[in-house]
């Protein structure tokens, strides 16, 4: 299960924050959080926002992105 929300780091910059609650076994929800994270920081692409940073606490961890606004973006080009 997880959510995402909208947040600013110290510098101002303008971040994605995905909020992961893992219900599976404690040493089976680390194995998933490291693989996602792996496959997630290998990945480069145009259309992808990158990934930013990480954190990992008990029974939940945080993923943080760039942020972009690609819907309501009027200079975005599709």
Known sequence: MSSVFIGS??????VAVKRLF???R?????????????LISGIEHKNLVRLLGCSIEGPESLLVYEFHLFASDPSHKS
Not at 9 to 14: A, F
């Open 9 to 14: 780091r110290l510098e101002g910059r303008i």
């Open 26 to 38: 404690a040493r089976q929800w680390v194995d998933d959080f490291f693989t996602e994270l792996n």
């Open 22 to 24: 893992f219900k599976t």
